[in-house]
């Protein structure tokens, strides 16, 4: 394999491509400079908070570890799509030499923008289009939502389980897919709610509102895609007595949340800017997942005593056949 290949490999990502378009343009910036130099820079655009200990936190925090570790200046804005143009204008002609767009909706913005600034490489979360200074990562973030399932449908009591997410999207849904399709693979028998929208960045609200909707339907475990907006999910599940699963970060120290699809992301952020910076990049749609250790699934400790060891057995078996590949987990291609 060439090298740029194993540090994409080791590097990139999607998943799921988390996030909301909301209705305005927020362009609170974080700025941090070098502590040498200052002549490498990183710039991150997200489409929530990166205060939402979730799909945009651990970008921010992977962003950090590039500040740290590599001694270069980072900066990050929250930004719709609606305003994706403008601020990778900015960034390029600033002399930014990578700039991250967290979230699907950020790829066709890029593609537009790229062609203008070959000397700014602008990388997507997920995404079809590339070109020479403009690729997509995608996390296979399926993979442990697969495994969220089939926990889920092992040890519901119902018999019924649920998802709540903040957009109707392909990356988003893809992940649920995948949720479904591991609790069938465990459970013939399980009934998997339709996942239900809320819609807009943060409304910690509605996520509970419709959490409750779905335990109300006997649903006693939720995962979600919620962003911001999970602590509702959280909150109504802990107020139930319902099983929360968490997603994007480990979430397992949160109230309710007894297990996490996870991405491992700091990593995986600092390859992609080193090869940036060696000029090794290139121009392309990658996948990572269990195989390089970015994807990963845990069961918090408190809960897994509850488990059944034959469960505890399965789960450990399937998540070294998806990371050996033995196993292919469905996802979507978008």
């Given at each position: 394999?060439?090298?740029?290949?194993?540090?994409?490999?080791?590097?990139?990502?999607?998943?799921?491509?988390?996030?909301?378009?909301?209705?305005?343009?927020?362009?609170?910036?974080?700025?941090?400079?070098?502590?040498?130099?200052?002549?490498?820079k990183v710039a991150l655009l997200t489409l929530g908070s990166v205060n939402d200990s979730g799909w945009n936190s651990m970008a921010y925090e992977a962003l950090n570890g590039i500040k740290s570790d590599m001694s270069a200046t980072v900066d990050n804005q929250e930004v719709p799509p609606t305003n994706a143009k403008d601020a990778l204008r900015s960034y390029a002609q600033k002399g930014y030499n990578l700039v991250f767009g967290h979230g699907y909706e950020y790829n066709e913005p890029m593609a537009a923008v790229g062609p203008d600034f070959k000397d700014t490489i602008f990388i997507s979360s997920s995404g079809g289009k590339t070109a020479s200074n403009v690729g997509a990562f995608r996390?296979?973030?399926?993979?442990?939502?697969?495994?969220?399932?089939?926990?889920?449908?092992?040890?519901?009591?119902?018999?019924?389980?649920?998802?709540?997410?903040?957009?109707?999207?392909?990356?988003?849904?893809?992940?649920?897919?995948?949720?479904?399709?591991?609790?069938?693979?465990?459970?013939?028998?399980?009934?998997?709610?339709?996942?239900?929208?809320?819609?807009?960045?943060?409304?910690?609200?509605?996520?509970?509102?419709?959490?409750?909707?779905?335990?109300?339907?006997?649903?006693?475990?939720?995962?979600?895609?919620?962003?911001?907006?999970?602590?509702?999910?959280?909150?109504?599940?802990?107020?139930?007595?319902?099983?929360?699963?968490?997603?994007?970060?480990?979430?397992?120290?949160?109230?309710?949340?007894?297990?996490?699809?996870?991405?491992?992301?700091?990593?995986?952020?600092?390859?992609?800017?080193?090869?940036?910076?060696?000029?090794?990049?290139?121009?392309?749609?990658?996948?990572?997942?269990?195989?390089?250790?970015?994807?990963?699934?845990?069961?918090?400790?408190?809960?897994?005593?509850?488990?059944?060891?034959?469960?505890?057995?399965?789960?450990?078996?399937?998540?070294?056949?998806?990371?050996?590949?033995?196993?292919?987990?469905?996802?979507?291609?978008?």
């Amino acid at each position: 394999m060439m090298k740029s290949k194993v540090l994409w490999a080791l590097a990139l990502a999607v998943i799921v491509g988390c996030g909301s378009t909301g209705d305005t343009a927020k362009t609170e910036t974080k700025e941090a400079e070098a502590t040498s130099g200052g002549e490498f820079k990183v710039a991150l655009l997200t489409l929530g908070s990166v205060n939402d200990s979730g799909w945009n936190s651990m970008a921010y925090e992977a962003l950090n570890g590039i500040k740290s570790d590599m001694s270069a200046t980072v900066d990050n804005q929250e930004v719709p799509p609606t305003n994706a143009k403008d601020a990778l204008r900015s960034y390029a002609q600033k002399g930014y030499n990578l700039v991250f767009g967290h979230g699907y909706e950020y790829n066709e913005p890029m593609a537009a923008v790229g062609p203008d600034f070959k000397d700014t490489i602008f990388i997507s979360s997920s995404g079809g289009k590339t070109a020479s200074n403009v690729g997509a990562f995608r996390f296979y973030l399926e993979q442990s939502f697969y495994l969220a399932g089939m926990l889920a449908a092992k040890q519901s009591k119902t018999g019924v389980i649920g998802s709540v997410a903040v957009l109707d999207i392909p990356s988003i849904n893809s992940t649920l897919k995948a949720y479904e399709a591991g609790a069938k693979a465990a459970n013939p028998n399980i009934k998997v709610l339709p996942p239900v929208y809320f819609g807009v960045e943060n409304d910690i609200a509605k996520a509970k509102q419709l959490t409750e909707s779905i335990i109300a339907q006997k649903a006693d475990f939720v995962i979600h895609q919620a962003n911001a907006a999970a602590k509702g999910v959280f909150d109504a599940c802990a107020e139930k007595g319902v099983n929360a699963l968490g997603s994007n970060l480990n979430q397992n120290s949160e109230k309710g949340v007894v297990a996490s699809a996870f991405i491992v992301a700091k990593p995986a952020f600092l390859q992609l800017a080193k090869a940036v910076k060696e000029k090794t990049f290139k121009g392309e749609i990658v996948l990572v997942g269990m195989d390089s250790g970015t994807i990963d699934f845990e069961i918090k400790p408190e809960y897994k005593s509850k488990v059944p060891a034959d469960l505890i057995k399965l789960l450990d078996e399937t998540k070294e056949n998806i990371r050996t590949g033995k196993l292919v987990v469905p996802k979507d291609e978008f």
